[in-house]
């Protein structure tokens, strides 16, 4: 019988911490675990006996993996035969890709290197630059036009879903990007903004008022077809899938940032003549008020001419001043009329978020939670009882939720989060 030889491995403190934490791992397979105890074991200069026993394996098994982690057969090193060091300085290799399943031998790869390149950029490929009038690849589709051009001689739709999933390829999924222009301007938008917020409630002390204001548009009054089924034990709400539809409204709303209190009114409309309504509304609301700051984003209506006279008259201007719409003066492009409105002289002015950059009007926290709490498991019957709610969510808001937000913006998308 052959001997149960001692065994002569060193592991160093790297190796016993890795092998010991493989040992502990839930999600690590019983062969890994066995393979990790026995070098762990095998270190402690224990017989191979011992640890066959211990971890419950046969001897040769303990023998096998000793060998491979030491790289040569088992026995008392020797001046012929010693165990294999580092060189000095160098730390020792860890021994966790050793306890790896060595390679077998098997089927030959059914397609060569070439081939498999030639099946991914295909699949990296436009369909239509291969005369097929669809958007994107399907696995079906891909083996129809790799056989069709030559790449392979057969192949199955399943080893296509292989190939795409080995190379992580999703020719059926794809993903919105937007390639913004840049603004000049950007960085220097953002500063005021957030140096807006944090002064809104000194501000607010002195009179001066800071509101966030934007409309949301298109929200559907939708009425299901069935009553929902209540809430069971272990089960959720049940909502009929069918609806109908009964029209759409437009919300315009107005967040004070230094109280959270909103001002809202609906519209079946967003023209400038709504938006203005908004505005004078909010201004009507606070007569007390020294002067007021809206921020808000860069849709046409929120620089239009209705806007300039209102803030012209307010500061006491005369129109003839204004110029022409398209023409001339103040009056005469977009940009010229923005410029106007953002004045700081004003009584009444209007700071205009960067372009691509509404997260940074606090109202889209705000509109955030009126779809969560209202639209998106709203019943309702018509137009009227959509704004009715609409409107009833406003002053529930106002009366038992409504608190500044703390504005925590450090150069990622938007983090603002109401304080507590």
């Known amino acids: 019988m052959r001997p149960l030889l001692h065994t002569p491995l060193v592991l160093s403190s790297q190796d ?79 021994k966790l890709p050793l306890l790896a399943d060595a390679p077998r031998s098997g089927r030959p790869d059914t ?23 669809i958007t994107h690849w399907t696995a079906r589709e891909l083996k129809d036009q790799a056989i069709q051009a030559g790449l392979v001689a057969s192949i199955s739709v399943r080893q296509v879903n292989r190939l795409l999933r080995a190379t992580d390829l999703q020719p059926h999924r794809s993903r919105y990007w937007l390639n913004a222009k840049p603004d000049p301007q950007k960085e220097e938008k953002i500063r005021a903004l957030c140096a807006l917020y944090q002064q809104a409630q000194p501000a607010a002390a002195r009179g001066q008022l800071t509101f966030s204001v934007d409309e949301m548009t298109g929200i559907q009054a939708l009425a299901r077809i069935a009553p929902d089924h209540p809430m069971q034990p272990g089960q959720p709400v049940r909502r009929e899938f069918e609806y109908e539809r009964r029209g759409t409204l437009s919300l315009l709303a107005g967040l004070e940032v230094a109280t ?33 700051t809206f921020v808000l984003d860069n849709l046409n209506t929120h620089q239009s001419e209705s806007l300039v006279r ?111």
């Open 111 to 133: 397609f060569t290197a070439q081939q498999f390149c030639a099946l991914i950029a295909l699949a990296c490929e436009k369909p239509e630059e291969h005369g097929r009038p």
């Open 260 to 292: 959270g209190q909103v001002q809202a009114c609906c519209r079946p409309t967003r023209t400038e003549a709504d938006f203005l309504d908004l505005i004078d509304g909010v201004v009507q609301a606070h007569p007390q008020a020294v002067g007021f």
């Open 16 to 94: 016993k911490a890795e092998l010991e934490s493989l040992s502990r791992r839930r999600a690590a397979s019983r062969r890994a675990v066995e393979r990790a105890r026995i070098i762990l074991l095998a270190g402690q200069n224990r017989p191979v006996s011992t640890i066959a026993a211990t971890v419950q394996v046969c001897a040769n098994t303990v023998r096998k993996w000793i060998k491979r982690c030491i790289g040569q057969p088992l026995g008392t090193p020797t001046t012929e035969n010693p165990a294999r060091q580092p060189p000095a300085g160098e730390p020792p290799p860890s």
């Open 310 to 420: 209102y803030v012209a008259r307010d500061a006491a201007l005369a129109e003839s001043l204004l110029g022409v719409k398209g023409k001339q003066g103040v009056l005469a492009s977009q940009a010229s009329r923005a410029c106007f409105l953002s004045d700081p002289a004003h009584r009444i002015r209007f700071c205009y978020t960067p372009k691509h950059a509404s997260w940074m009007n606090q109202i889209e926290i705000w509109f955030g939670i009126l779809v969560r709490k209202v639209i998106r498991r709203g019943d309702f019957a018509s137009l009227a009882d959509l704004q009715h709610k609409l409107e009833a969510f406003v002053d529930y808001f106002n009366r038992t939720m409504a608190k500044p937000f703390k504005w925590t913006y450090q150069g990622k998308p938007l983090q603002g989060i109401a304080s507590g």
